[in-house]
């Protein structure tokens, strides 16, 4: 009998139609589907790539698959999506329901460093390549961990923001020109998504930074910031936190909404202006929502950074390029890491100009996604560092 790898077998058994066990799976997935109009000179025609993401219909997360979709399209490549909440078994769970669906690789957003034995594992059993995208395992953190994917042969590396700055200018950014009268924020309440999650540790790293810097160079002017209250990623439990910010501080003056892929932003802006403190209090958040423009005209939102939704598709292009052959992946080294820029926002002036290149028109158009599939990493990673607002216009310009 010929030797068949375990994700050939998987392969095999779909075709055969033995893989009943897989089609389960497959149905349970939410969001699926499959870059059919496969472009052959791409050489992906026989490529699958899943996407394990917390939700792929909130404001970022579906702006992050809208533009794997595209991708995957005009590189001829299958996709599936699994919508896992960041609930870490089901973002370990994720990665089996990808390898039984007979993908070749794998981008994902997961919740916690721990999770990430578990999927690289599952990948390594399966020869699936892996890639985070808006995450990225701490070395000093979780070192075990990150040993895994040194020694994985198909960890290809993680495309990620740099949070500590992010964070450090959000907080600046509050302490300098919010409060109800704009002269700076002092009495900063903080909510979180999830305990343990790698990147609110390091967005709140750079809260703390921010502050302690501020306090020690305004010794007589300092400001506070409450420990995290947790809404994980829903819009009721934001404006519960929220509310519960209130009645507990009343001298409150600003909320930073770490996170949580929008939801939680919306519950919390919304309680605000149930409770008529919209502009009285400062929000500050790392999640551009559909209806920015006008939040930060009411008042509803101080400042904003967002993640321009490419960490995914730079993800997607790294495991594309491994599993077609151009990215060789090597055993003893931990993998690529792609670290971006955020975009911040604080004027409607801001957000038109990131709506009409980001949202309105994707950064790239198809020519240049082709081209970047084609690049080195280091074409690849100065690209994707040099991404801006003013870098796209320059481009759409010409």
Sequence with gaps: MVNVSRRGFLKLSGVTGAGLGAAALLSACSGSGSGSDSDSSAGGSDVKIGVSIWSSTDALGKLSADI??????????????????????????????????????????????????????????????????????????????????ENSKFYVGAVHEDEVLNGKTLMNLLLEKGGPNKTGARNICLEGWTVGDATFQLRWKGYKEGLDEWNKQHPDDKATMTDPVYANTSSAEGAKVTEQFVNTYPDMDALIVAGGGGDPLVGSIGQLKNMGLTGKISVVSTDFLDDLEDQLKTGGIFAESGGHFCDPLYAFILTYQACTGKLKVKEGEFGKEIKFPYVYVSSSEDYANYKKYFVDEAPYTDDEIKELAKDDFDALNKAATSLSIDDVKSRHSK
Excluded: W
């Design 68 to 149: 794997v979709k595209k991708a995957a399209k005009i590189l001829g490549v299958e996709t599936q999506f699994v919508d896992q909440g960041h609930v870490s078994e089901q973002v370990t769970a994720s990665a089996e329901t990808l390898a039984a669906a007979g993908c070749n690789g794998m981008i994902i957003c997961n919740s916690a460093d721990s999770e990430m034995t578990s999927v690289i594992n599952t990948c390594n059993e399966n020869e699936m390549y892996v890639t985070q995208f808006y995450r990225i395992i701490s070395k000093e953190s979780s070192p075990d961990v990150y040993k895994a994917a």
